[in-house]
């Protein structure tokens, strides 16, 4: 069976790191047009480096949880083609042993603004940063930001479109592109599966209520 999986902020909730849009979330802490846009970038380098070297530090502290582990069992299964697309830029599912698909980039990534060049961000990063290949001080997070266009779309399109199943992880289903998979995957016939503490929306064939680390594993066996 062809199972493509989508995993959001609510996945990572129980490894202790914080979500977007729940109650306390980062958005409630910080704002979008201060943070995560490239024209926060360019008018206040120091503050975007802030925000992402806090949660550099607090990923570092994360493990992976048992909804991480249960994913990468079901992709060790040969019964099943799973892809597993992350919006999250955390690496547990890395450390879960996964290989997901980050389309909205990793913490773990830096690049440079001027030269396009990528290399493992120090966990120290910051605006004053030089570039490892062209020495200016335009290092950024490899992340993906608002109203930049999100990675790995070709692959992920090719797997809507021939996916069984599709199931959603722990996303408020607020951001695009990946708010509208779930529409992708049924119009090719897919059943759609949501794992969430709440109910989201009303687009899922299926839903499995309750904590990630409770309902993946009980999904996964
Ligand atoms: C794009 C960066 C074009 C890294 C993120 C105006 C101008 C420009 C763009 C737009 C615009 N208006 C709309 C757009 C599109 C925009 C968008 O969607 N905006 C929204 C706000 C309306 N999208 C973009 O800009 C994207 N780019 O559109 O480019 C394009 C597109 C296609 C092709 C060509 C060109 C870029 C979007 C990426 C933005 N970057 N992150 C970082 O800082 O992390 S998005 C950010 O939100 C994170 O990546 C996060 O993953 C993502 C989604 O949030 P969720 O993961 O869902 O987390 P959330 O907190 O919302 O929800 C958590 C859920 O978990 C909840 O449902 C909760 O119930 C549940 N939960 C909690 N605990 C548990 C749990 N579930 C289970 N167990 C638990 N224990």
């Known amino acids: 069976m062809n ?41 206040d380098p120091a503050r ?3 925000f992402y070297a806090m949660r550099r530090h607090e ?10 582990h249960a994913i990468a069992r079901l992709e060790a299964d040969p019964r099943h083609r799973v ?6 830029v955390d690496a547990l599912h890395e450390a879960a042993g996964s290989r997901p698909l980050h389309m909205h ?5 830096a ?16 605006e004053t940063t030089p570039c490892p290949a062209c020495d200016r001080t335009t290092s950024r997070p490899d992340v993906v930001w608002f109203g930049e266009v999100p990675r790995h779309l070709d692959e992920i399109d090719a797997a809507l479109s021939a996916a069984d199943l599709f199931v959603a992880i722990g996303t408020s289903g607020e951001v695009y592109p990946a708010a509208g998979f779930v529409e992708l995957a049924a119009a090719a016939g897919a059943e759609t599966l949501e794992l969430n503490l709440e109910p989201t929306s009303s687009r899922f064939d299926r839903r499995l209520t309750g904590p990630a680390t409770r309902t993946v594993p009980d999904w996964v066996e």
């Open 105 to 109: 980039g990793t913490l773990a990534g």
């Open 111 to 126: 690049l440079c603004a001027a030269c396009g060049h990528r290399w493992t961000a120090p966990l120290a990063m910051d």
């Open 48 to 50: 975007v480096h802030a």
């Open 83 to 88: 892809t597993l697309i992350t919006q999250n």
């Open 3 to 43: 199972i493509v999986i989508l995993t959001g902020a609510g996945i990572s909730a129980e490894s202790g790191l914080g979500t977007f849009r729940d109650a306390g979330g980062l958005w409630a802490r910080f704002r979008i047009e201060d943070v995560a846009t490239p024209e926060a970038y360019a008018r």
């Open 59 to 68: 990923a570092a502290k994360a493990g992976p949880n048992a909804a991480h």
